[in-house]
Nanobody
């Protein structure tokens, strides 16, 4: 199983970016998909998560600015980030809880988001 993330980059404060993460490989189903981030010198934190049924959960710091969604047919999760702030600068990683022989967490390679003028 592989998770391929894309969409990071440099954006000015107030700007927008969209991250994507696609799961591939052999598995039965994908349970929860989510995005985490880690800023320099800080612990990794959950940004947003979404269940297979579409129930979402957001960190307080991104509520109203970020939107997580998923396309179950494409095994892909998206993170639309609007009104970006310098404090959103971090390496963003996608995570998926996948059913194979049991439930297991898989991680994609992080993508850097830099918010700076």
């Amino acid at each position: 199983v592989q998770l391929q993330a894309s969409g990071g980059g440099l954006v000015q404060p107030g700007g927008s970016l969209r991250l994507s993460c696609a799961a591939s490989g052999s598995f039965i189903s994908i349970n929860i998909m989510g995005w985490y981030r880690q800023a320099p010198g800080k612990m990794r934190e959950l940004v947003a998560a979404i269940t297979s049924g579409g129930v979402t959960n957001y960190a307080d710091s991104v509520k109203g600015r970020f939107t997580i969604s998923r396309d179950n047919a494409k095994n892909t999760v998206y993170l639309q980030m609007n009104s970006l702030k310098p404090e959103d600068t971090a390496v963003y990683s996608c995570n998926a809880r996948i059913a194979r022989l049991g439930l297991q967490d898989y991680w994609g390679r992080g993508t850097l988001v830099t918010v700076s003028s």
